[in-house]
């Protein structure tokens, strides 16, 4: 990495600026040049050469050279992205962006922590000025530029949610979709036509936030001891077993899903500023309640059972409770995350649940940083943005590839994700 | 650091005139075939400092996991301060009073030196919700008092210069001191020091003798593993040596150095 040591002093780094000065071109490209062979030779039969079936039921390949240089065509955008990704953390570097943020985030964080309404502060300015009237500039913007604003919070909410488990606690979860069908459905059953007609989402929302939470504490119950991997799966079981339970019940409209009904919903298409509007108060409250949580003692706790589990029941923690607390929190944000996305779209199906959904909020939360809130948000607006920004480029099919490619580069180059740094130490002077 | 000079051993008040503060009778732990620790009773009296040596795989971390909860022992039963801590989750046996420290360190390495002894404090903060979001006056006043209390923890232990630093990035000595200072932050009655001193050159362990003794003249009573003889023999009250899981000798320092039996199994035997 150019860490740059002819411009900055760098008082703080006296490690290695030279090492790498020292090493050869080759030395250092070496590996990449020859992944890059690789990936060539891996890719070729896929990309270059086309499988054909005759009626006599031979197979012959077949020089495919339209579909190659799609392919190329289209890995175009995903250079792009990862020149996006390397610049922004070239910046983040270069710039020293966490010391500066340190400078101005630790008063701020110390006046935050004395102000007892502050993550009411924000919400509570933005519904005044939205009563004011003047919402209406977000009219300027096009709706569809709302519509991502819209979805890119409510993915907000939901890695927000998982990082809780995830990156705070350290379980791995990978039935998190599970959660969220659960709260769309719960929503979405309930303000049914013969159920409660009418059922405004606002009403809804606290509500489901609690029965999510406690299904998370139902579910969390008899695996929580489990540790790693099989937690993983237990939790993976659990999501493919409810879109299952819906896709077969008649209560949820089997594979039709439910319609949501225009007084549940959250608005139509002239909507879309409130909506917005409604959306950014909530992710801003979410995240200040996730905030304090985290910088109490429960988060202490949380994180010491990250790091040492053993360690941490034996100073006192009472692991598989905290645990659990983890779990059902994060549940219930998925739970008002899955509500907020069928109350936006008026629309549901147990394709809400599937696998695809769990591990896209998972990269988010791995991408942003592991435990890190800024990142997380970051990584849940980049991961969600990019492909979105990206449609009229590249064609869909391959958003899995670029997530795999993104995953692999940022795990080779910074394993700590994309804003997810040294945790903040608790600062604190005298005592 | 003042010279590592300690109330002398031999001195210090009968163990037996004080109330025993941990009474461990007949507590057996097999794995498989192994039988890692056989029927090994004592008491721990108030302010007394009780060692545990014995030969490499004689059983004492296990004695201590079988005592702090990580381990439910097969047989036998633990009582501590009048309560019976038997089988009892680790958290609620180092809620009755009873921490440990371990023998590979096991610090929260992503957290502040401070934040390790505050989350040590959690058995003593409410986690009330309401409080901790919307940071009421008495969820603030606790917050403080919280770290106040750890700051002084790690005056003690000598660490105060290095509230802010990473667990992980603190020296080795400084480590196990952080572990002590953790452990305290519990409230202990009684502490299980498990091998404070392994791995330290001469001065690190003076600091430790002297830190140890300290801490019994706040009123603690500790059971110490050690390899350490110097150290052993030159702050215990009351000596145990276990061999193959079984208790083998028991005594004031004096009577357990010159015990043939003990002698026998550190040196071998005479053909």
Redesign the interface.
Known sequence: MEDAPATTPSASSPVTPAAGAGKSWIALAGPYVLGAIAFLVITFPFIWLKLNFTSTGEVFAQWNQAGGIKFWRNMGPVFCIAAVFALIIWIYDHFKIQKQVDVYWTPADKWMQKQPLAPFVLPVLLIIYGFSGQFNFLYAPSPTLLNQGILVGIYMILAMGLNIVIGYTGLLVLGYAGFVGFGAFAFAVAQKPDMIPGLPWWAALPVVFIMGGLVGWLIGLPCIRLRGDYLAIVTLGFAEGFRELCMNLQLTGTFNGIQISAASKLGDFADRPWIFAYIVVIVVLCASAIYRIYHSPVGRAWIAIREDEVAAGAMGIPVVRMKLLAFSLSAAFAAIGGLLSAAYTGYINPEVANFEKSVTVLAMVILGGLGSLPGVLAGAALLYLLPELLRDYVSMDYRLLIFGSMMIVMMLFRPQGLLGTSRHATEMKGG | MPAPQISSPGASSPASALPYVLQVSGVSKTFGGLKAVQSVSFNVAEKEIHSVIGPNGAGKTTLFNCL???YVPDTGSVIFAGKDITGK???Q???AGL??T?QNI???????A??NV??????H?S?SPFG?????PGY?RE?KE???T???LLKTVGLSHL??T?ARNLAYGLQRRLEIA??L??RPKLLLLDEPAAGMNPAETDNMIELIGHLRDRGLAIILIEHHMKLVMQISDHIMVLDRGAKLSDGTPEEVRNDPKVIAAYLGREA
Request: with cysteine; aromatic share 10%.
């Open positions: 702090s909860g990580i989750q680790p958290h046996v180092c809620g921490a440990r371990f096991r610090l929260f390495g992503e957290m502040s401070l934040e505050m989350a040590g404090q959690s058995l903060r986690f901790l979001l919307f940071h009421t603030q917050e919280s770290r106040e750890a700051h002084e509230a802010n990473w953790r452990a932050a519990t």
